[in-house]
């Protein structure tokens, strides 16, 4: 059998209708197949690889610590180089009041960890999140998602839980003192990018603090710099209670976390001890590299380049089917008319090369999230690929 069919014999499968795309090598922007096919990754494996693929630095930050230990013990109790120097890193990009890290796998991880952690804290139930809404795949991360169609096959599911709309004022009275937390995509991924006012963003801010609601900012696809700032919340001027991250802050590998201030954090140590625990979060090597991403974005300065390049993006993606652009900064979604005239454009655009994508809950608009480390020129050739793909179809 060859890998195409040992992937669909033996893999376990999420659709009917895989990509299927074999890659064999990947560098930079670019994936390779077995027979030569090179394509340009304009999603970044969902968000994921910030930095690009196997950027040297952080290969090299992998092997370092590959020559020193893997695996040693569950998170949290011995003293780690790779955990203690990321958290740090990860504390000096925030505001003082966020200075304690709790490393997992995985963004689902990351939201359950908060969502613990609110209830424990405020010693409330209930929960808060928006109307298409995407935290994850786990079950209390599904229950905070805010689309029925992925959930119902799924039910029951927590208990507790209340759906605004993102960016709607008057909901904000949903909001009171038996409210745990409101979770919130500060940039909503999966709906489309969708991006809420500054006023909106303070105002929820201001509800959360007269009720005593922990505000818990989702930044597993908007963060490290993907918005044209380390944090998207910083382009609204809050802070929130708990951070939680994943995606991009791993330079490729797997990793999570959130984050919160050190008397938040510390409920989760009595009343039970060990009151969140996890065996590989905080893994050495994928700690290793989150550092190296993190020391790459500011040394190379990619985020003070994502809205010259986001900008080029929407120069150059002009075409009467494409009835708008989205975005926050290099967090991209062009809208067609349907999914139906979108589907055969994506398909398109792979035959010539370009990987791009739709939404969860918007599937009649493009996904365009290319890594940060994208060029001008690349820019230009993958939009002239896109706009080939709609014009042939």
Not at 276 to 289: D, E, M, R
Not at 294 to 315: S, T, W
Not at 380 to 392: G, H, K, M, S
């Amino acid at each position: 059998m060859n890998n195409r069919q040992l992937f669909l014999s033996h893999l376990a499968q999420t659709t009917d209708f895989p990509l299927m795309i074999e890659v064999e090598k990947a560098e930079g922007i670019y994936l390779y197949g077995p027979k030569g096919e090179k394509y340009i990754d304009l999603i970044s494996g969902i968000g994921v690889s910030n930095v690009g693929h196997r950027h040297p630095k952080v290969l090299k930050a992998i092997h370092d610590q590959l020559d020193k230990y893997l695996h040693l013990m569950v998170y949290g109790e011995y003293v780690q180089t790779p955990q203690t120097l990321l958290a740090k890193a990860l504390c000096d990009s925030l505001p003082s009041h966020l200075d304690n890290v709790y490393l997992v796998n995985s963004g689902s991880e990351a939201i359950e960890g908060a969502l613990k952690l609110a209830k424990r804290y405020t010693n409330r139930r209930e929960l808060i999140s928006c109307v298409d809404a995407y935290h994850g795949s786990s079950h209390g991360s599904l229950s905070v998602g805010g689309n029925e169609v992925f959930k119902r096959a799924y039910r029951p599911l927590l208990p507790g839980i209340k759906h605004i709309f993102y960016g709607s004022f008057s909901d904000l009275e949903k909001i009171t003192s038996e409210t745990a937390a409101v979770v919130i995509e500060t940039i909503q991924g999966e709906a489309g990018i969708r991006v809420a006012c500054r006023e909106y963003f303070q105002a929820l801010r201001k509800r959360c603090d007269e009720t005593g609601t922990l505000l818990i900012l989702d930044e597993i696809q908007a963060g490290f710099g993907r918005t044209g700032k380390f944090w998207a919340f910083e382009h609204f001027e809050i802070v929130p209670d708990i951070l939680v991250c994943a995606k991009g802050m791993g330079g490729g590998m797997p990793i999570g976390a959130f984050i919160a201030n050190k008397e938040v954090m510390g409920v989760f140590k009595n009343n039970p001890l060990l009151g969140h625990i996890t065996t590989f979060g905080g893994h050495p090597v994928s700690a290793a590299a989150s550092l190296a991403t993190i020391q790459i974005l500011l040394e190379e300065k990619l985020i003070e380049q994502v809205e010259a390049k986001a900008n080029l993006f929407k120069k150059l993606l002009v075409h009467p089917k494409i009835n708008r652009f989205r975005n926050k900064g290099l967090m991209m979604a062009l809208e067609f008319e349907s999914f139906e005239v979108l589907k055969p454009i994506i398909d398109r655009a792979i035959e010539l090369g370009v990987i791009t994508d739709w939404f969860l809950f918007c599937d009649d608009s493009m996904r365009i999230a290319p890594p940060l480390i994208i060029t001008e020129e690349q820019i230009r050739a993958a939009c002239t690929v896109i706009l080939r793909a709609i014009d042939e179809n």
